[in-house]
């Protein structure tokens, strides 16, 4: 293996982690013993190892510079890397965990989780349930019930879908009522928040009314007194008259 050409490769993707090029290296060495075919030249072999390594350590990469050291187009550069998964024995089920983090929307991952097992309890012709393809799907929903942002591109690349089959599937998940999961769980916080504006709104005209019966008390009270004073005045002003 050409360890040079291994720094060379990590130090124009800005990868400098130790453990990410001690796992590449690994990579090539089980790719060079696994591989029957090796449709890969050394550069782009080595891009794709360091892209796998910085991955399983949960380390940044730039794809863009990645792809222009390969002078692969993205669906080709993904393909490969799928491949290379597959014969390191790294193509493990991608979790909604797992498709959460790496596109960094963890706040929606519980309502991906409902929006896919209701796919799986509803739609009985899915064949193969560990494709990324239903995963990316869930997320997307999910994220876009929730008005959560996330990286089109790099979900694509997730899915391992073209754009007519993606939005096949995503028009099946829809067909099957699934995309209001999440936006019912958001109506029910909309709701919740309405209840409690009322209950404080019902509070202060209570004690707005409150205030303003102790007001009209007030005024009675104060009616009542001067009244007194009007009629004790007036039975002096007599009393004053007839001594006289």
């Known amino acids: 293996m050409d360890r040079k050409l291994l ?30 075919v090796k449709t890969l030249d050394d550069q782009a072999k080595t891009v794709l190892c360091l892209d796998l390594a910085a991955q399983l350590i949960g380390s940044s990469f730039d794809k863009s510079v990645a792809l222009a050291l390969c002078g692969l187009k993205r ?5 490969s890397l799928n491949n290379l998964e597959k014969i390191l024995g790294l193509d493990k089920p991608l979790t909604i965990s797992d498709g959460c983090i790496q596109l ?65 599937l995503v028009a099946s998940f829809e067909n099957l009522g699934l995309s209001k999961k999440a936006t019912r769980q958001k109506n029910k916080e909309i709701n919740k928040m309405e209840e409690e504006y009322m209950i404080e709104t019902d509070d202060q005209e209570a004690k707005n009314k409150q205030e303003q019966e102790e007001e009209e008390d007030y005024e009675i009270w104060k009616n009542r007194i001067l009244k007194e ?12 008259d007839s001594v006289k």
Request: glycine share 2%; aromatic share 8%.
């Open 104 to 168: 960094g929307c963890t706040a929606i991952k519980e309502d991906a989780e409902d929006i896919l097992q209701k796919y799986k309890q509803i739609d009985h012709k899915v064949k193969d349930m560990d494709h990324p393809q239903y995963v990316a799907v869930a997320i997307y929903l999910a994220c876009k019930a929730k008005k959560v942002s996330i990286d089109k591109t790099r979900l694509a690349l997730l899915s391992r879908l073209k754009p007519s089959q993606w939005r096949e």
């Open 75 to 79: 669906s080709a550069y993904q393909n």
């Open 229 to 240: 004073a009007y009629k004790e005045l007036k039975q002096r002003g007599q009393t004053i």
């Open 7 to 36: 720094q060379t490769t990590a130090q124009r993707l800005n990868v400098y982690d130790e453990a990410i090029l001690k796992k590449s290296e690994e990579f090539i060495r089980l790719y060079q013993t696994k591989a029957l």
